[in-house]
């Protein structure tokens, strides 16, 4: 199994900044793509921002130009820096990353995602 865990979240006022992180460990062969989601109470899981092995990144609308999403591929690890943050920002994150695990007969695909971590944008 991969296992993904994040930290980083917390309070900050509006126009505040925060910093996620997120590490995968487990029997790890490769990481393809790596991101952040988003729920909000009574909302759907959103896409915030996923980044590729290669670097390539994607952001929501929503969060483009205040968002930056970044990877240690070294580390298995992913990060969210969030500036200019906003009431409507407030959700829980949870890291995702697919790609191939070890296994007992070589290897598998994986996907997995963390447990989560409280974002609350508020004055």
């Known amino acids: 199994q991969v296992q993904l865990v994040e930290s980083g979240g917390g309070l900050v006022q509006p126009g505040g900044s925060l910093r996620l992180s997120c590490a995968a460990s487990?029997?790890?062969?490769?990481?393809?793509?790596m991101g952040w989601y988003r729920q909000a109470p009574g909302k759907q899981r959103e896409l915030v921002a996923t980044?590729?092995?290669?670097?390539?990144?994607n952001y929501a609308d929503s969060v483009k130009g205040r968002f930056t999403i970044s990877r240690d591929n070294a580390k298995n690890s992913v990060f969210l820096q969030m500036n200019s943050l906003k009431p409507e920002d407030t959700a829980v994150y949870y890291c995702?990353?697919?790609?191939?695990?070890?296994?007992?007969?070589?290897?598998?695909?994986?996907?997995?995602w963390g447990q989560g971590t409280q974002v609350t944008i508020s004055s």
């Open positions: 995702n990353a697919d790609g191939r695990r070890y296994s007992d007969f070589g290897s598998r695909a994986f996907a997995s």
């Open positions: 487990g029997r790890i062969l490769s990481i393809n793509g």
């Open positions: 980044i590729t092995s290669g670097g390539t990144v």
